[in-house]
């Protein structure tokens, strides 16, 4: 792909966006749609809140190891990040593997730092999705938990920015750890 070097600052604008993500709490990556298709093949989407940023760009969120969506990174790990931002009309598409760490040291000390109200999220005695008579009837757990973070390490990114006279689309695809770039028509 010719045009990495013509591309390097919209990556470059994609990894601090992301970051941003993480750092700054009313920034509209702070949440993303993941998308995921299980064994019975139909596209399942969620909003889920993005908690890192790595420099190789592994992205993490925080799930209940019940939940649905872990069900089918289980079957299939391939899933779909879209990210939007309003303000400056610049979507961000993601294609990665998941990976699902529950036992990891690293795990447990995220879990010891979440607040007491976050830590609620995770310890529902019945799993998520489950049907309840009413929200007022919820119990939860004390002495057990269900928290577990989900990895993804990208292969594929877009970049769509709407703008006048013209809007931009850029690729970048992973190979051997190196991001390479490419206009694509918008």
Known sequence: MKETARTDQFFKEVRQELK???????????????????LDKMAR????VL?????????????????????????????GLLF???????????EGLARIVSSD???????????????KDYTTAQAPGSSIETPEVLEFLSERNYFCQVDIKPFKIEYLKLQAPNHLRVRFSSSQGLWNGEFLVP
Request: hydrophobic fraction near 35%.
């Open 51 to 79: 908690r890192k940023v790595s420099e190789d760009l592994l992205l993490t969120f925080f799930t209940d190891f019940r939940s649905k969506k872990i069900i089918h990174i289980k079957e299939n790990n391939k899933v």
């Open 84 to 94: 939007y931002h309003p303000e400056k009309l610049l979507q961000i598409k993601i």
């Open 45 to 48: 989407q969620r909003t889920v």
């Open 105 to 119: 040291p690293g795990v447990s000390k995220t879990w010891a730092s979440l607040s007491k109200s976050a830590k």
């Open 20 to 38: 941003n993500g993480v750092s700054e709490k009313e920034h509209p990556f702070k949440t993303f749609v993941l998308g995921t298709v299980g």
